[in-house]
């Protein structure tokens, strides 16, 4: 995965405790549709909680927490969004 | 059965169906980290067995259970988001749910899902009641949907789902009798194929993911915000940049200690009762009507006794390990280790868990094997399964130890050292080479980890599931073992000059003698190509604890109590290598060391193997094993002459 999101801001580049909206990753099918499956929707709205090792983020979906590695985050383009 | 791995699809089954089975089939399954495989424990207690699935390495647990008036059997089926699977566990649920046969597909499926993450089970149903498979849905983990500000309408949910919906608690058994007289209805309702279920059509799932949004958004009502959690405020050390990797290392040295401190006194003393009473337990009456010190008496004690003890000697090994898996699965680290674990694993295509295993290699590889199981996609297991046996287990440091002693008393610590970087050095260039040949697929998959909550292990489901995972060991590691040993004692036994009986022979006139004499030459290029030495690596694939017992019995001499003094034995070897090597002992010496470390580590291994990745694959190990430890062992010898 070397390429990230074009232009704009990835969830890789969100500092923690924001807000976004998702919009559509750059991965496979398969990874997109996984994602999906993970609640993380294109549209969802979603918590960054904290950075893992390695630069990737945990994030509170529904009322579940998902971790992504830094990799994949690159690849989601996101739209910050004030806090509920 | 074989289940095929296709597109999931109801095709073909168009008609209606009714089990007419007396003892039907109940399939359990939800995503990941749900709580599935607790409740699979709950409702089987001891009685479970678990193996893989007929011509697969895919784990599935089954057993019998009581639901209503009739006794069913209950399939743990492997974690899935969806029928779409990504990995070939997924895919075989998907398989076996849809495309067995009519009469081998379960009458009824029961849906785990969690009450903190409820969307991410309510897809795969949704799938399902497409397909027209009878449903219960079984809610899990309602504490922690509590405690994260959530609550859920149960009644509403049934309602909105169509179906029977219970709330269970498998850690305390709440919920489970209910869940049983549900399921019990359930066998009542026909099933019948609606229609199939299109993976590729995005329209046919974002229609699914709406639905899924419209249920969530009715059945779970926000009873506070959305605040942290202890999970949370521990999350945020254990899987920070810093500590992290501190408490991962911290827990692998646990685990790794464990397993090789506290199981070895435990080992020993099963060594000395075997050895000791049963040994004469069983041989005393044998003797006493008349057997005498026969071949029979001998065979029965060193041969059956013999290896009933050695594989009676890993249970306390392999207790620990399994206890300590369940307790790193339940606990909820494993998933935090995964990702802490992930990036250094990737290089070799591997998840974070795979750390796991590596580790505990280096202390045995048999429970290493075992610990496998971790890994959720069957090819990640597979792929660890084929490395671990090049880690350096510690019975190979009685050889190294022994060898150094003997060539380079001097530099005994660094020669060891160097066994132990060897090792590291052939997993990581193994890795390599399995990912860029033979897995060139997996590796690529990026991390979308559920994370689920800390949970304090409970005793009783921690004391089902070691049970449940070391019977299954015994079972299936038992025969080979046990049929190893009395090979190398029946070598031992046969006479091939006419000057002995069966059974009353030194070991350089026997079979065992003129086998290892037949294979010498292929070492010839390695520098030891001497029958001493094959001898020794042969007891070697019994166990790498009967090497230097061996090779001290080739030379009839006295086992060296200590390797560090090895004595006559040192002798005879140094002379024997001299001879063989044409002058380049050390060069030798170093040959053999790296055999030791890369060929196969002995018959445990292989039966932990066969139980894990099939014998087709771990016949295949066997092949990497001794060409990979050929080739090393050739190479360091050609180059280390050389220099002397």
């Known amino acids: 995965m070397s390429r990230s999101t074009q232009g704009g801001q990835s969830l890789a580049e969100i500092s923690l405790g924001s807000w976004v909206i998702l919009g559509a990753p750059d991965l496979a099918a398969a990874h997109t549709r996984r994602l999906a499956e993970l609640g993380l929707r294109v549209g969802s709205r979603v918590h960054v909680l904290f950075n893992a090792v390695g630069g990737g983020k945990v994030v509170v979906v529904e009322h579940g927490r998902v971790a992504l590695d830094h990799a994949t985050c690159r690849r989601i383009p996101v739209t910050t969004q004030p806090p509920p | ?644």
């Open chain 2, 1 to 644: 059965m074989t289940a095929t791995l296709n597109t999931p699809s109801c095709h073909g089954d168009t008609a209606r169906r009714r089990r007419t089975s007396s003892s039907p089939t109940i399939a359990l399954i939800g995503p990941p980290n749900v709580g599935k495989t607790t409740l699979f424990n709950a409702i089987s207690g001891a009685r479970a067995a678990v193996g893989n699935w007929p011509g697969t390495t895919i784990d599935v647990g089954r057993a019998t259970w009581r639901v209503g008036a009739r006794t069913v059997e209950i399939m743990d089926l492997p974690g899935a988001y969806s029928l779409d699977g990504i990995s070939p566990d997924e895919q075989l649920t998907a398989a076996l749910l849809l495309d067995a046969p009519l009469d081998e597909r379960p009458a009824a499926v029961i849906v785990a899902v969690s009450a903190a993450r409820l969307s991410t089970g309510l897809y795969l149903f949704r799938q399902l009641r497409e397909c027209g498979v009878p449903l219960v849905v079984a809610v899990t983990m309602l504490d922690v949907a509590t405690r994260r500000g959530a609550r859920i309408d149960v009644e509403l949910l049934s309602g909105l789902l169509d179906a029977e919906v219970v709330a269970v608690n498998p850690r305390t058994g709440t919920g489970i009798d209910e869940l049983a007289a549900m399921t019990s209805r359930a066998l009542t309702v026909e099933a019948r194929a609606r229609r199939p279920v299109e993976a590729a059509d995005s329209d046919d799932a974002d229609r699914r993911f709406d639905w899924v949004a419209e249920v969530v958004t009715a059945a779970v009502s926000r009873i506070a915000e959305q605040r942290r959690t202890r999970t949370d405020r521990l999350d945020r050390w254990v899987m920070s940049p810093i500590v992290g990797p501190l408490a991962f290392l911290a827990a692998m040295w646990l685990v790794f200690q464990a397993t090789t401190t506290l199981a070895a006194p435990l080992q020993r003393l099963i060594g000395a009762v075997v050895s000791g009473p049963l040994t004469k337990g069983t041989t005393t009456p044998l003797t006493t009507i008349g057997l005498g010190r026969g071949w029979f008496v001998q065979f029965v004690s060193d041969g059956v006794i013999g290896g009933v003890g050695l594989l009676l000697s890993f249970v306390p090994l392999m207790a620990l390990m399994f206890g300590l898996l369940a307790v790193l699965e339940d606990s909820g680290y494993l998933a935090r280790a995964a990702v802490v674990a992930d990036r250094a694993m990737r290089a070799l295509g591997l998840p974070g868990q795979a750390f796991l295993p590596l580790i505990v290699g280096f202390g045995c590889n048999v429970p290493a094997i075992s610990a496998t199981r971790v890994l959720a996609d069957s090819r990640h297991r597979v792929m660890t399964a084929l490395l671990v046996p090049f880690t350096s287990c510690s019975a190979r440091l009685t050889v190294y130890v022994l060898v150094a002693s003997m060539f380079f008393p001097s530099n005994v610590g660094n020669v060891v050292f160097v066994m132990y970087i060897a090792s590291v050095a052939l997993v990581l260039i193994l890795g390599v080479v399995l990912r860029r040949t033979l897995w060139r697929t997996i590796g690529q998959a990026p991390l979308m980890l559920e994370l689920p909550p800390y949970q304090a292990p409970r005793l009783r489901l921690l004391a089902a599931s070691t049970w449940m995972r070391l019977r299954a060991f015994l079972r299936t590691a038992g025969g080979v073992i046990i049929v190893a040993v009395a090979a190398v004692w029946l070598l031992q036994a046969i006479p091939v000059d006419g000057n002995h009986g069966f059974g009353n022979v030194p070991v350089k006139d026997s079979a065992y003698a003129a086998t290892a004499g037949a294979v010498a030459p292929v070492f010839e290029l390695a520098g030891f190509g001497d029958w001493h030495a094959t001898g020794a690596l042969a007891a070697g694939f019994v166990a790498k604890e009967a090497v230097v017992s061996s090779w001290a019995q080739t030379y009839a001499t006295e086992r060296p109590t200590d390797p560090h003094t090895p004595g006559q034995l040192a002798n005879l070897v140094r002379a024997d290598f001299t001879a063989s090597s044409g002058g380049h002992q050390n060069a030798a010496a170093w040959a053999f060391l790296v055999f030791v470390l890369a060929y196969t580590p002995c018959a445990a291994t292989l039966a932990a193997q066969r139980r894990e990745i099939g014998g087709k694959l771990a016949a295949f190990g066997i092949v990497v094993q001794l060409a990979t430890a050929w080739t090393l062992a050739v190479a360091v010898f050609q180059i280390g002459r050389w220099f002397g």
